[in-house]
DNA sequence: CAACAAATTGGAATGATTCTAAGGTGCAAA
DNA sequence: TTTGCACCTTAGAATCATTCCAATTTGTTG
């Protein structure tokens, strides 16, 4: 039995999903996606990095963006940008929009109906093949939400 | 009556914009603006510092990124951004979203009806108040097109 | 254990953009 | 019309996020 202390936030996920790409469970990936689970805050590497330190002391910056990288590729994360700002990472995988809070600067999840990502595709004029959308709101939100 | 060979392309947008932001109208700034207007494939900063280059050979890049970011701020222009690439710029003002070719890198203007806008906003939570909304679809466009 | 592939590391390199300081430019009031 | 002044442009330095690199470490497999 693993004895990784946060082992329970991701039962099967990233083993199983690292080994299907013939990649390792390593300390570094699995502390990484601790924090992207822990924490939901859409944080960038540089805040990731500051996270993850405390616990991995020896852990480089490069090795943060690898490991990020390699998460994204194996799809338990997803990248999102918001305008030239630094990338942000996002472990929700249902398909969502985000709102960009203009005046706090931070990130929220917006569920959607898949049924509108639908209609959006229906719209493209013949000929476009879309394999994804994104959908990014810019406003204030009133109160402070998670 | 005005002399300047591509004022067609601007009839009376570009000036009067900028007059009532209270700044001037300079060749740099025109010429910018016609670059845009007349090939609407948005082009990178980089880009448009190439097309104008040979017309006003001793513009610099930094004034490239001064006429752009004022257009932007003007109204006249709309920055695009696509996952850490550099910004394009679309001078097309109508709502609309983007379509990014994964194939060609090429971006195209998919025209939206304003009802989607407004089915969009309609979805978000109470206490978010979104004064914008950019939707970008990835994926491969068949043909060749616009 | 030996050999080899996969990962990590620190630092250098890159690319887009912004900043800075030093001239130009042109309207406006005297 | 001169002079003042705010606006603009310019070249180059600086910045920031990210990627690349070469060397080392780690883990797995024969």
Redesign the interface.
Known sequence: MPTHANNALHPTGLAQKLADSGLRTTPQRELVYDVLLTKRDHPTADEVFARVKPELPGISLATVYNCLETLVQCDLVR?V????GP?RYCPNLRPH?H?HDEATGQT?D?D??PV?FA???A???A?????????????????S?D
Chains 1, 2 share one sequence.
């Open positions: 990248a940008n918001f305008e030239r990338t929009a709102f929220h917006i959607l109906p509108l209609k959006l595709k719209e493209l004029p000929g476009f093949d879309a394999n994804a959308v994104e959908i990014t709101f810019r406003g204030k939100a009133k109160t939400l």
